[in-house]
């Protein structure tokens, strides 16, 4: 079956974060949203229709997991991610930022420094400062259009830290890490007691010829002294089912988080959101794979525009998911002109590069999950308010 990514469909009116939310962020309608990290393609159709199978019933009362959740998501990564895991490794978590939370409540105290790589997803020190611990931060480094892990620094700053937030793979700049790299982090934060939460939410969502590194098949001390955090809500556009969960394999660390979920009633989740992730993980495949090729094709039409209409603006190119971090430093702005160019100029409703740490300064973020047509619409809008500032 082919799916078709190139409708436009109006998410207007739908209580949604990214469409609906921009005149209160803003205060105007007249941009075209391409910042919240969700895809403005239809939510994959087995989705659709186990919920809608579902609702058909009529009546909606009380719900466990379903014995289809756990074995889809068992399958799932064991075939996409060469992982083998058992169903009693799963902790359910209403969402991925709330699963970060409740990781950071379960294991470290207040006051507790906490260690995350700027630019990064702007939740994880958020999280962390809203429970009252320490962010450590410690930078990316930009070279040859990618980021890299500036291992001297790290080591030093990850000492004292009681966790260590990674973004795998990383937010907004899309690399994906390597197993050399997720190795040393491995080893280093074993040798400093630090314990590792891997996000990897954008895993699935890893593009040809790129493959996502696992952080806990890494190796032995990867698997003891991790927590990793997987959902299928970004691949397969439903993050507003809040769905994602947590797998262990340390029996300990497995052990003390779920007590501590039990303890806060934060472990169960609701009836859609087993279903969708059964349903996804089920029937996914193929549909995956030919959102992942359209992703890919906006990747290179954007770059290709870029560069033939837009040179001063860079693209750093992502190896995974749809996020594109903009370059725009040459443009010469600071951070205020720089909104005021997108919001004011072109019309576009991006992600202050700022707000993943002042490494993201002179930086936009792009979401490009969405059809051709209003890629193309957007860039040539870009286009225009760049050239008015000759």
């Known amino acids: 079956m082919n799916y078709n990514f190139d409708e436009i469909i109006n998410r207007n009116g739908t209580d949604s974060v990214k469409w609906d939310g921009v005149e209160s962020r803003w205060g105007r309608n007249d941009l075209i949203p391409m910042w919240v990290a969700d895809m403005d393609f239809r939510t994959a159709p087995f989705v659709i229709e186990a919920l809608r199978k579902r609702l058909e019933h009529e009546v909606l ?59 990064v997803y702007h939740p994880f020190f958020l999280v962390t400062q809203k429970n009252e611990r320490e962010v450590v931060y410690s930078p990316l480094v930009l070279k040859n259009g990618q980021y890299h892990i500036a291992f001297d620094r790290f080591r030093q700053d990850i000492q004292g830290c009681k ?145 033939e209409h837009i040179p001063t603006i860079k693209m750093i190119r992502p190896q995974a998911s749809y996020l594109i971090f903009l370059d725009c430093r040459e443009l010469g702005l600071n951070q205020e002109e720089l909104n005021r160019l997108f919001i004011e100029d072109a019309h576009l409703a991006l992600n202050d590069g700022a707000t993943f740490g002042k490494e993201g300064e002179g930086f936009m973020r792009l979401n490009i999950a969405c059809p051709r047509a209003t890629l193309e619409c957007a860039l040539k809008q870009l286009e225009q308010a760049v050239i008015s500032l000759e």
């Open 61 to 119: 009362g009380y719900t466990f997991a379903c014995k289809e959740w756990s074995e889809s998501i068992v399958n799932w990564v064991k075939e996409r991610h060469g992982w083998t895991i058992r169903e009693e490794m799963l902790t359910f978590t209403p969402g991925i930022v709330r699963g970060l939370a409740f990781v950071i409540q379960c294991f470290t105290q207040k006051g507790d420094k906490v260690m995350v790589m700027p630019p």
């Open 163 to 307: 966790l260590l937030i990674l973004s795998n793979p990383h937010n907004p700049g899309g690399r994906v890490w390597t197993k050399e790299e997720l190795s040393q982090i491995a080893d280093i934060c074993y040798e400093s007691g630090t314990l590792i939460i891997s996000d990897e939410i954008h895993a699935d969502l890893t593009l040809p010829p790129y493959k996502h590194p696992t952080f806990a098949l890494i190796s032995e001390k990867a698997r003891m002294n991790s927590l990793v955090f997987m959902s299928p809500s970004k691949a397969f556009n439903m993050p507003g089912l809040a769905s994602s969960y947590a797998i262990i394999e340390n029996d300990e660390l497995r052990h003390r988080f779920q007590t501590y979920m039990e303890a806060s009633e934060f472990n169960e989740g609701h009836l859609f959101a087993y279903l969708s992730v059964a349903a996804a993980y089920s029937h996914g495949t193929e549909w995956l794979e030919q959102v992942l090729a359209y992703i890919k094709e906006n990747v290179d039409f954007t770059e290709n525009y870029l560069k």
